[in-house]
């Protein structure tokens, strides 16, 4: 028997085996009993138990409110420094953007103010060049600047002997040799004197060859006071013309003298062989040389227009044509080598291609004799090659074959066109044949291709670009 809370004593009976159950329906009311008597702790148990978790549950929903309010405040105080950001970012990409317009617009201004310092720059550059050109033109000439146009009888060589003059402070002598020689001759140191209407010779003496190169040497040295007075007087130079007149003319040549050798000096000349040249080139390291070529048909038809003393008809189509061109071929041999020896010092042109393109080829004739052409030469040049009526140089009604000034230059290099038959120009094309492989110059076909004028008869040529 166990002693149970309130008094009560509890009972068990019964073996191992079993229990007896009257006893236990005996008992029952004590169970009962004792059953009624636990229900109230029991109750106030789970009432307690109710209580604490109801407390629990509130508790938990009250931390989940606050929790929930917390976070929404956080939320919103996330939202509220997202916008802020926002609006600074904003705010701050706008000031960027501005400022960077702004600098923008300062950085267009200083380059517009700096591209147009370099334009001035450049201008004022430009001006500093041609002049330090024009220094360099003279301290070269102090040096004994000397330049030789060799050319041939009416191949355009006086229009091309006015183009080289028109710089600062020259001395321009238009055939030295013309006093000296025969008319319609020309030296060769290996053939001798020539006549240029069929290339006849006859030795020249070596004290006579020596001579015709003292008139060469004494005037690319400036020894006036031993050449001939004559030719002092055929110099282009305003000294030359008031020398001839002086009644001291020793006096003045010495003046003259002085003046040559601060300027450049020029000669152009029908009368030298390139073998000549030659001797001159190597005796003169300085000398320049510009070899002008023509179209054998176009210098034939004047030949025979404007040169009647010479009796060139007389000599037939194809003699004529042979003299000419045989010496092209002659002087060409020669002028190839002077070129791969002088590159800087020789230069071959076509007097079609000045007439065709006066300024740009005009231009790099300048520039291969480095020298600076006059501020007026492109208005000097427009007058010679347009034949303007109110120009200062009008062309010479009188004596048009030699004037420069042409109506237009481009029509007078293809005039032989129309004043030579077909028949002429096929016998001069048979004779030059290899003259034409090296210019560039085509043979006519027919009298269709002769008189039509829109129809080339030069190519383009490597040889002359």
């Not at 059953?35 to 138990?49: A, C, R, V």
Request: with cysteine; proline share 3%.
């Amino acid at each position: 028997m166990h002693d149970l809370e309130g008094g009560f004593r509890y009972v068990l009976c019964g073996d191992v085996g079993g229990v007896d159950t009257r006893r236990r329906q005996k008992h029952n009311s004590s169970f009962h009993y004792l059953d009624t008597k636990l229900e109230p702790e029991g109750t106030g148990k789970i009432l307690l138990q109710n209580t604490n978790l109801n407390t629990d549950r509130k508790q938990a929903i009250a931390d989940n409110e606050e929790r929930r309010e917390l976070e929404n405040t956080n939320l919103n105080t996330d939202r509220k420094q997202a916008i802020a950001d926002n609006e600074e970012r904003r705010e701050l990409e706008n000031t960027n953007l501005n400022t960077d317009r702004k600098q923008a617009v300062v950085d267009i201004e200083e380059r517009r103010e700096l591209e147009n310092t370099n334009v001035n720059t450049d201008r004022k550059q430009a001006v500093v060049d041609i002049e330090e050109r024009r220094d360099a033109t003279r301290e070269k000439s102090q040096d004994g600047a000397q330049v030789l146009l060799v050319t041939y009888l009416r191949s355009g060589s006086t229009f091309l002997g006015e183009i080289v003059q028109q710089i600062d402070r020259l001395m321009y002598r238009f055939e030295p040799l013309q006093r000296y020689m025969e008319p319609g001759q020309y030296i060769s140191r290996n053939k001798g004197f020539c006549f240029l209407s069929n290339d006849s010779c006859s030795p020249a003496p070596k004290m006579e060859y020596n001579s015709l190169m003292d008139v060469f040497r004494k005037f690319y040295k400036c020894d006036l006071l031993n050449l001939n007075r004559n030719f002092v007087k055929g110099v282009s130079s305003s000294f030359a013309r008031k020398c001839y007149v002086e009644t001291d003319p020793g006096k003045c040549l010495s003046d003259m003298i002085k003046y040559c050798q601060s300027s450049v000096r020029i000669t152009k000349t029908i009368r030298l062989s390139m073998d000549v040249v030659q001797d001159l080139m190597k005796e003169f390291p300085k000398l320049k040389v510009i070899h002008l070529l023509r179209d054998p048909r176009g210098m034939i038809a004047s030949r025979l227009k404007t040169i009647t003393h010479l009796h060139f008809k007389d000599a037939g189509m194809p003699t004529i044509a042979r003299a000419v061109c045989d010496k092209y071929n002659r002087d060409i041999q020669i002028g190839q080598l002077l070129k791969k020896k002088y590159p800087s010092r020789f230069k071959t042109v076509l007097y079609e291609q000045i007439a065709e393109e006066t300024l740009k080829h005009s231009i790099q004739i300048f520039n291969f004799l480095e020298l600076t052409p006059n501020s007026n030469f492109k208005t000097w040049l427009a007058e010679h090659i347009s034949g303007d009526q109110k120009s200062t140089h009008p062309p010479d009604k009188r004596n048009r074959a030699f004037s420069t000034v042409r109506a237009n230059s481009s029509a007078t290099a293809s005039s032989w066109r129309s004043r030579l038959k077909f028949n002429q120009v096929k016998e001069i094309d048979n004779e030059c044949s290899q003259f034409y492989d090296y210019s560039g110059y085509l043979a006519v076909k027919n009298s269709n291709t002769l008189n039509d004028l829109t129809l080339p008869v030069r190519r383009k040529n490597i040889n002359f670009l």
